[in-house]
């Protein structure tokens, strides 16, 4: 079945540093590859996503590339902020009609100053 | 564009009492529905999802159910409640092979 791996955390940071949350999965066909972000006491919101080999899928500073020959989807910011402090999952949705998704067990960020 | 909601945002609840806990989509139709389980600290559980009207599959073995009575509705129900349904239960929705859209989440805790 597919599977999601992610580091394990929390990742202590201070403001301004880079970011890197390690991700790869194991899946058979093409999976989509997604980021999420989850704040204190809220909902996950989608921060990211790939749906094939080398894209490259960005917002908000962050960054993750599909990299199939590693399967791996890292994700990474060249300069985090206090704000930037969340639990981050990685997932993959492997297809089918029912869309569903796999998910990591998350990654705790904290930034401080 | 496309709304979740999701409510109460907040409930305690006794052991041994009901449930029901409510979803609805605005502005799309015939969506993929998903009800999640977020332990305190953990990551998510899917309990139930529904890809049309009357439904359901279920994931995990328990005493919560799940019902779609309209095309945007998603309601999880208990009849009693046990401690160990506490958590943060989250709805979201999707198109066929995309990905998921979350809605704020109920907390729950039973006492």
């Known amino acids: 079945g597919n599977s999601v791996t992610q580091m394990e955390g929390p990742v202590t940071l201070s403001e301004e540093a880079f970011l890197t949350i390690n991700c790869t999965y194991t899946?058979?066909?093409?999976?989509?590859l997604f980021w999420y972000v989850q704040y204190p006491g809220e909902g996950l919101q989608l921060l990211l996503k790939a749906t094939k080999a080398d894209d490259k899928g960005s917002n908000k500073g962050f960054e993750a590339t599909y990299r199939k020959e590693t399967t791996s989807f890292h994700l990474e910011k060249g300069s985090v902020q206090v704000s930037d402090s969340a639990v981050y999952f990685c997932a993959l949705n492997g297809g089918g009609t029912a869309s569903k998704l796999t998910f990591g067990t998350g990654t705790r960020l904290q930034v401080t100053l | 564009s496309q709304t979740i909601h999701q409510w109460p945002a907040t409930l305690v609840q006794p052991v041994g009492s009901p449930l029901s806990l409510e979803c609805t989509v605005e502005g799309t139709s015939n969506p993929n529905l998903y009800w999640y389980r977020q332990a305190a600290g953990r990551g998510l559980q899917l309990l139930f999802y529904s890809v049309g009207i009357g439904q359901i599959s279920s994931e995990v073995p328990q005493n919560l159910s799940a019902s779609r009575p309209q095309d945007r509705q998603f309601i999880l129900s208990s009849k009693k409640l046990l401690l160990s349904d506490s958590g943060f239960y989250l709805c979201?929705?999707?198109?066929?092979?995309?990905?998921?859209?979350f809605g704020p989440g109920t907390r729950l805790t039973v006492l």
């Open positions: 979201a929705w999707s198109w066929y092979y995309n990905e998921q859209f």
């Open positions: 899946a058979t066909g093409y999976p989509s």
